[in-house]
């Protein structure tokens, strides 16, 4: 009777045992998947998302030229700040400002392919004439920030020959169709930058500066650079409100670097040249804005502290040039000069200023 009782409670506990077992499968079996396995579906709509975002991105970019809304998307492409143009996209807005400029180049010499535009060329034209300038601006101020260093593995937009292409594209397109441009007076500080960069390789290259400013994306540059800057002081009046201080600071530079030309005897090479064109350019406006804005007595100290003892120098030295190599832009090198110290040092108030 005991033996009995006792394999009847056996029983029991192995029945209850399996409705455990098997209550404990089925909670499984509705739970689903251990959480290791799992994957969390917040994160799966992130990654797709998020590569969706690129795909968006780089369509985008990606102008439809012979399109109606083609000006108009340039400009939207440009705006967007989800194109990044130092981190993320590096140099593709300028790729996409560059794209266009060539395509208009072309549609000049082939009328066919013109297209009835949305946003009219003119508002494009000013559009990116203030944007490649905050571009060349921007550069700058960055450059100097950290302490002018003209590293050659960094990118640096006021010393890429796209950006200056789009900037005479702008220059030239605007005096074909009588639109008025405006330029702020950090552009003096851009080409402060760029003489300063030359006069950088002078004196740390100078044994292959001539060599290689004569050749590749440099030589382009300055050829680039001088067309640029002549339409904008010959042809669209000049930069607005400049001030005397960096008049000084960037006719200080061009005056030290052609005593370097000079002294290397560099005036008939190319690099020479271009020193010779860049300064004549700038002393230009220079005397002009001397002659309209006579210097005040702090301006006057300052343009007789650090630019009347260059002008004197250049002014003995030119002499020996102007019948030797580059006599036409010698000649008018040394006429500029007495022009600027006329202006600078003749005029009744700033000789009550002195």
């Known amino acids: 009777m005991a033996d009995h009782d006792s394999k009847a409670e056996q029983k029991v506990m192995t029945k209850k045992k399996k409705r455990k077992h098997r209550s404990g499968e089925e909670r499984e079996s509705q739970q689903g998947p251990p959480k290791a396995y799992r994957i969390d579906p917040s994160e799966r709509e992130i990654e797709e998302r998020k590569a969706e975002s690129e795909v968006e991105r780089e369509t985008r970019v990606k102008l439809d030229h012979g399109h109606p809304w083609g000006n108009l998307q340039l400009i939207l492409s440009l705006q967007d700040k989800d194109i990044d143009i130092q981190k993320e996209l590096p140099c593709r807005k300028v790729e996409l400002a560059f794209d266009y400029v060539k395509l208009k180049a072309s549609e000049e010499e082939d009328d066919s392919g013109q297209?009835?535009?949305?946003?009219?060329?003119?508002?494009?034209?000013?559009?990116?004439?203030?944007?490649?300038?905050?571009?060349?601006?921007?550069?700058?101020?960055?450059?100097r920030v950290e302490g002018n260093k003209f590293e050659p593995s960094t990118i640096w937009y006021c010393f890429d020959c796209r950006c200056w292409e789009i900037f005479k594209f702008c220059l030239e397109e605007s005096l074909k169709m009588h639109i008025s441009l405006s330029f702020s007076k950090d552009l003096l500080r851009v080409i402060h930058c760029i003489a300063k960069d030359a006069l950088y390789q002078l004196n740390h290259v100078s044994q292959h500066f001539e060599t290689s400013v004569c050749s590749g994306d440099r030589f382009e540059l300055h050829s680039i650079v001088l067309d640029c800057i002549s339409l904008v002081f010959t042809s669209h009046g000049g930069v607005s409100n400049e001030n005397l201080d960096l008049w000084i600071s960037t006719i200080g530079?061009?005056?030290?670097?052609?005593?370097?030309?000079?002294?290397?005897?560099?005036?008939?090479?190319?690099?020479?040249m271009f020193v010779l064109r860049l300064s004549c350019i700038m002393l230009e406006p220079f005397a002009r804005f001397l002659r309209v804005h006579p210097a005040r007595k702090n301006g006057f100290r300052d343009f007789i502290d650090k630019l009347l003892e260059p002008l004197l120098n250049l002014l003995d030295v030119i002499n020996i040039y102007v019948s030797g190599k580059c006599p036409e832009w010698t000649r008018n090198l040394l006429n500029l000069v007495e022009v600027v110290l006329s202006q600078g040092c003749s005029t009744q108030l700033t000789l009550m200023g002195f």
């Open 115 to 143: 297209v009835l535009e949305t946003v009219n060329i003119s508002r494009v034209i000013v559009f990116l004439n203030n944007w490649v300038l905050s571009l060349l601006i921007s550069s700058e101020k960055t450059i």
């Open 253 to 272: 530079t061009l005056l030290e670097l052609i005593h370097k030309i000079l002294s290397d005897k560099l005036v008939g090479g190319k690099v020479g």
